[in-house]
C-alpha cells in the first residue's frame, strides 16, 4: 500500500481511506507524503517562472483566450 496526504484534514494517510478528490499522491514514503505540499508549492513556483519567460520571450505572447486561440495556444 501507498502513503496519501490528506487535503481536507492535512493528515497523512495509509490506503486509500478517504475521497480521491482531498488526497495528493500515492507516495511510497511517509516522508514524501509529509513534504507533499512543500513539494507541489515548489513545482508551482518553477512552472510560474517558466511561464514568466515563456511569455516574455515570445513576440506573439496571447493577451486574450481569443488570440491565443488565434496563435493556436488554446483549444477553443
Same mark, same amino acid.
Given at each position: 500500500?501507498?502513503?496519501?496526504?490528506?487535503?481536507?484534514?492535512?493528515?497523512?494517510?495509509?490506503?486509500?481511506r478517504s475521497?480521491g478528490f482531498d488526497?495528493?499522491g500515492p507516495? !511510497?514514503?511517509?516522508?514524501e /507524503?509529509?513534504?507533499?505540499l512543500?513539494?507541489?508549492?515548489?513545482?508551482? &513556483? #518553477?512552472?510560474?517562472? !517558466?511561464?514568466?519567460a515563456? /511569455?516574455?520571450?515570445?513576440?506573439e505572447?496571447?493577451?486574450?483566450?481569443d &488570440? #491565443?486561440?488565434?496563435?493556436?495556444g488554446y483549444?477553443?
Amino acid at each position: 500500500m501507498s502513503y496519501y496526504y490528506n487535503l481536507a484534514t492535512g493528515e497523512i494517510e495509509f490506503g486509500k481511506r478517504s475521497r480521491g478528490f482531498d488526497r495528493m499522491g500515492p507516495f !511510497e514514503t511517509l516522508d514524501e /507524503a509529509r513534504q507533499a505540499l512543500a513539494n507541489a508549492q515548489e513545482r508551482n &513556483d #518553477a512552472w510560474e517562472d !517558466e511561464d514568466k519567460a515563456w /511569455a516574455g520571450s515570445s513576440s506573439e505572447s496571447p493577451s486574450s483566450p481569443d &488570440d #491565443a486561440a488565434q496563435l493556436g495556444g488554446y483549444d477553443s
